[in-house]
């Protein structure tokens, strides 16, 4: 069973940054695909970034040059820094893997995926 763990959501303003974490205990972060997703309440869930097992990295155009996904290995995390944060962004936050490495042309779908975190609430207001 895998166990994803995200942290970090809040409530900023307009322009502000919050910093997401995904944690697991049971698998290394590094050799899976790793993806964020957010879910508005009523809608699908949408791809926001993901880091392949090879460091490829994926973006949603809508959050290009305004999030950075990363891992950092030495402490099996997976981070969302989100910078210049617009009220478009709010949503709950979920951290999804897959086994081994992303579909390619598929990293920001959501069927892919076969495991999910709880998720965590960034609510950003005007």
């Known amino acids: 069973q895998v166990d994803l763990v995200e942290s970090g959501g809040g409530s900023v303003q307009s322009g502000g940054s919050l910093r997401l974490s995904c944690t697991a205990s049971?698998?290394?972060?590094?050799?899976?695909?790793m993806a964020w997703f957010r879910q508005a309440p009523g809608k699908e869930p949408e791809g926001v970034a993901a880091?392949?097992?090879?460091?490829?990295?994926t973006y949603a155009d809508s959050v290009k040059g305004r999030f950075t996904i990363s891992l950092d290995n030495a402490k099996n995390t997976l981070w969302l820094q989100m910078n210049s944060l617009k009220p478009d962004d709010t949503a709950m936050y979920l951290c999804?893997?897959?086994?081994?490495?992303?579909?390619?042309?598929?990293?920001?779908?959501?069927?892919?995926?076969?495991?999910w975190g709880q998720g965590t609430q960034v609510t950003v207001s005007s």
């Open positions: 049971r698998f290394t972060l590094s050799s899976n695909c």
């Open positions: 880091v392949d097992s090879d460091g490829t990295h």
């Open positions: 999804a893997t897959r086994s081994m490495w992303c579909l390619k042309h598929e990293e920001m779908s959501a069927y892919t995926y076969n495991s």
